[in-house]
């Protein structure tokens, strides 16, 4: 590696917005905010997500007219 070029590399604080979690991890910048952490994110945390089950087009479309799909 090229001398002199290469930002400083030190231990900084990471704090999350969300849950206030503090970390600490080797970074180039300094005492970084993050909005979600691992500690309150829902795909770490376990917690299930809403999923759409509206269907697709087509059954939209016979909900809305009242078709049954024989026809």
Same mark, same amino acid.
């Given at each position: 590696m090229k001398q002199g070029i290469h930002p400083e590399y030190t231990v900084?604080?990471?704090t999350c917005a969300s849950c206030g979690a503090t970390f600490e991890a080797g970074s180039t910048g300094q005492d970084l905010r993050v909005?979600?952490?691992s500690n309150c994110h829902p %795909?770490?945390?376990g917690v299930r997500q809403r999923v759409g089950t509206s269907g697709g087009r087509v059954?939209? %479309?016979r909900r809305k007219y009242g078709m049954d799909g024989d026809e």
């Open positions: 900084t604080t990471i909005d979600v952490c %795909f770490y945390t059954e939209r %479309f």
